[in-house]
């Protein structure tokens, strides 16, 4: 099948893309005490060069003195810092690029292999981090405000810096997915709930906050998985109408844009249908969707971290989806990280000069 579809321009609001393709966020840890270094901002410069439509950052956190487990992954916050992304998105302009950061805060965590921790306690929606690991503080409703707060400042400084749009990380066991799941929220407040519809409340109040601080025109993006990475085959929604009572508040509060992360994207979300999970959460709100989730490669990207490497596969099911009107948008991630040039191989059909991934990649800013 023909790629041609992939190569028309896309826009929403304040974004205005060359394609459809956008590059996944990928953590990357290469930003010492949360500053991202010149090596950071030609990292992102190469995609652009490389005519990625448009690039999605790794997370960078906001700023709780605990929404990170990482001193080397980026913050959204502070002059230096900031100074820092100014750079990353100057260089990613001059290239013709676009770009959003996306927004985060990790909740309550395991703490990291390095040995570093925060200067307090991780927080989330309870001590937990998944219903066997508690190694957190629950928050009251003042962290909650200041979270939230805080969330919108870092929108605010991304469009005043000069991005396209932003991305909120509300997925992945992260904090705002911490309060969707009933296996680490158990508050009895009004951010807890026994129904997935009252435990969006929080995710609610931060994407209407940032609304609020962006204006109705800057494009506002929303990650969000049924999977834990503590649980892979795991779904929040169990069925189409729980999604439905899921992602319509969401919608309803702000988003233009879903981030639909799956470990792979061809599988269907649920029974009786072959939508995927960004298939149906565009079914379900009409608002534009973005798949991701092994585009391109024949692994999936969490086995990668064990070792596992992967070769370049057809795209053939991706399109077929495309042209059906499932998605608007296709996220790429590990093809990306291994080769700044991977979508104008993709759209000079040089198919032969495809690299695969491994987990020496992950190493190094290519």
């Known amino acids: 099948m023909s ?28 930003s010492p005490n949360g500053v991202p270094t010149d090596d950071v901002a030609a990292y992102y ?8 439509g448009l690039i999605l950052s790794e997370g960078t956190v906001i700023d709780r003195p605990s929404s990170s487990n990482d001193a080397n ?11 820092g992304w100014k750079k990353v998105i100057d260089g990613v302009h001059a290239h013709g690029g676009s770009m959003g950061p996306q927004i985060w805060h990790m909740g309550v965590m395991a703490n990291h292999h390095s040995g570093w921790t925060p200067s307090v306690p991780f927080e989330g929606p309870s001590e937990y981090n998944n219903p066997n690991l508690k190694n957190g503080r629950a928050m009251n409703e003042a962290d909650i405000a200041d979270s939230i707060q805080a969330y919108a400042r870092a929108a605010a400084d991304a469009k005043r810096l000069g991005f396209d749009c932003v991305e909120l990380h509300g997925a992945h066991g992260y904090l705002i997915d911490q309060f969707f799941w009933d296996g680490t929220n158990n ?67 702000g988003v233009d844009i879903f981030h639909c992360s799956q470990r792979r994207f061809w599988e269907p979300e649920f029974e009786g249908s072959d939508l995927n999970f960004a298939g149906w959460a565009k079914k379900i709100t009409g608002k534009a969707t973005i798949t991701v989730g092994s585009v391109g490669l024949t692994g999936e990207f969490l086995a990668a971290f064990a070792g596992e490497s992967s070769q370049p596969s057809s795209l053939d099911e991706l399109l077929r989806r495309f042209d059906r009107g499932d998605f608007d948008l296709v996220g790429v991630g590990r093809p990306l990280l291994a080769d700044p040039h991977w979508v104008e191989k993709i759209k000079e059909n040089r198919s032969e000069e495809l690299v695969g991934f491994s987990k020496e990649a992950l190493g190094v800013l290519l």
């Open 3 to 30: 790629s041609e579809q992939l190569f028309k321009p896309f826009s929403l609001k304040s974004l205005n893309i060359k394609n459809r393709i956008v590059m996944a966020p990928m953590t990357r840890s290469f």
């Open 45 to 52: 410069s190469r995609r652009a060069a490389g005519q990625v």
């Open 73 to 83: 992954v980026p913050h959204f916050y502070g002059e230096e810092s900031l100074a």
């Open 187 to 253: 508050r009895t407040d009004r951010y807890g709930g026994k129904t997935l519809a009252e435990r969006t409340r929080f995710a609610v109040d931060v994407i209407k906050e940032v609304r609020k601080q962006v204006g109705e025109d800057f494009t506002i993006i929303l990650r969000l998985s049924q999977f834990k990475p503590s649980e892979y085959n795991f779904k929040l929604a169990k069925t189409p109408e729980e999604m439905e009572s899921w992602l319509l508040p969401l919608s309803e509060a």
